[in-house]
């Protein structure tokens, strides 16, 4: 922590942002603008989040490109695994690895509240590999609606897993796919197709988007 602390990683950062750049709770380390997609809540891998034993608000899944750690179900293997080109079967060109988080989202009383997926960690907080099921973080499972920037929504406060993908943008918001390319995704995008994105494997037809 102590090398990075303070350190500004520009690529990390949307430039139209005026959300805070450091965790200042964690020692000053960096707050990223984008974050990692591990699949969307309607893939066969989703599971409630795990907390003190007991399912809380928000589901994890392991049906993206960049995923945690955790138990697995539908015959996926547990921990240890590697998301690999080969597994992406819808394609890499259909299919998201990163996402962006730039704006704020806003409290139930209106006011303004981060709601990026580092959790106010910074950026090298990962899911946790002994508790995979309920520390989720710098990754996102899809839930919600492009740009819907309410936090109290479910699986989007504290250490929520479904942390929207949104921007300080007009209209929508930018999300890497794993074939290089960046895409501006309209806020109006079909939320079945922003889950079809989101998953590498779920087989659904994807057109224009």
Known sequence: MALFR???????????TTLPWMAREV?????????GVSGAIDHPTALNM?????????KISFGGVLIGRGEY?????????????????????STMMVAEQSDWCFDADGSDIDC?????????????????LNRVFNVTNVMHRLND???T????????PNTPIQSSHPGGAH????????????????????YNLANRNDGNPLGEF
């Open 116 to 132: 990026r997926a580092d959790n106010n960690h910074g950026f090298s907080m990962g899911p946790s590999a002994t508790y995979g």
């Open 27 to 35: 020692l000053g380390l960096m707050r990223p603008c984008y974050t």
């Open 73 to 93: 179900n539908s015959g996926n293997p547990k921990d240890g695994h590697t998301v690999r080109i080969r597994d992406i079967t819808d394609g890499t060109s």
């Open 6 to 16: 303070d350190v500004r990683f520009h690529y990390m950062r949307c430039p139209s």
């Open 175 to 194: 999300v890497l796919l794993v074939d290089g390319s960046v895409r501006f995704l309209s806020e109006g995008i079909d939320i079945q197709t922003l």
């Open 153 to 160: 929504n479910v699986g989007v406060p504290g250490n929520g």
């Open 50 to 58: 795990i907390k003190g034993g007991f399912p809380q608000y928000g």
């Open 149 to 151: 920037k309410a936090y």
